[in-house]
């Protein structure tokens, strides 16, 4: 039997799962998490990768090494904020600070589970609007400006369907911490978790909207794509920040991995290759 809570919205002033003002980030903190966060992918990618891994047969396996590396550092840099902002450090304050309640309803006040099926709406609708390439030309605009920020080889997972990778079987648990740091306990516990219930006092109302441009130019190891990122990554904060619950975004982001579970299985036995 399922349980239904109700958690009345206040009339006036903030919602009361926010943060309060004196919990609030500044502009400075905001920028320092965020560089602590990118510099390290953008360096994997642009840098050491080239420089430093170019004898390796497939290259792009050093890089998914690195950006796999440099995702577990961004949850160890996740816990040690929340470490050092929750104290005492129990479930009942992590849960505050990140947001981790069920969705809460903005009309009604209710919290229930079952409102993570937008997430997946959403998602589906985005999913949509990638795969009908409509936001592709503002990307090819800036590649055709600025031909450096062509994705490399090694930057694009497809290009790991090759024989070289086959019987590779060690990759997926690789995939597996890949995973888990993207979606869950890192990236995503940065900018959604960390991050955006501690914007607005630097932001104000426009919390949300900055929360997906910082999330868009964090991906300095996509470079290639951050027009399109521009425009949607708002997507992941919005959710997130409607419905008060961290979850919205976990499921709304990691339904990715579901391609990367089901794909990267066949490229390493062989049944695809790019």
């Excluded at 953008?42 to 047969?57: A, H, K, V």
């Excluded at 190891?221 to 949607?232: K, N």
């Excluded at 920040?241 to 709304?252: C, G, I, N, Q």
């Amino acid at each position: 039997m399922s349980i239904t809570t109700y958690e009345k919205p206040p009339r006036t002033g903030l919602h009361h799962r926010d943060l309060p003002d004196s919990e609030q980030y500044s502009l400075g903190k905001i920028l320092a998490v965020w560089a602590a966060s990118a510099i390290p992918m953008g360096l994997s990618l642009w840098w050491i990768t080239p420089t430093f891994l170019g004898w390796m047969e497939v290259p792009g396996i050093g890089y998914l090494a690195l950006a796999t590396a440099g995702l577990v550092w961004q949850t160890l840099l996740a816990f040690w904020l929340l470490r050092r902002e929750v104290r005492p450090l129990t479930w009942d304050g992590v849960k505050r600070r990140l947001w981790l309640q069920a969705p809460m309803s903005p009309r009604t006040g209710r919290a229930r589970w079952r409102y993570l099926w937008w997430a997946v709406v959403v998602a589906v609708i985005y999913l949509a609007i990638g795969m009908s390439g409509v936001l592709e030309p503002l990307n090819n605009a800036l590649v055709s400006a600025f031909p450096a920020v062509a994705a490399p080889e090694w930057g694009l997972i497809q290009n790991l369907a090759v024989p070289e990778v086959q019987g590779q079987w060690w990759l997926m648990g690789l995939l597996v911490v890949l995973i888990a740091c993207n979606y869950v306990v890192g990236e995503e516990l940065i900018f959604r978790g960390i991050l955006l219930p501690k914007m607005r006092g630097a932001f104000g109302r426009w919390d949300v909207l900055a929360n997906g441009v910082l999330f868009a130019l964090y991906h300095v190891h996509l470079l290639w794509a951050v027009p399109a990122m521009l425009v949607t990554d708002w997507i992941y904060a919005y959710l997130t920040k409607r419905y008060r619950s961290y979850w919205m975004s976990v499921l709304f982001h990691g339904l990715d991995a579901m391609f990367l579970l089901v794909l990267f299985p066949l490229a390493i036995a062989g049944v695809i290759t790019s």
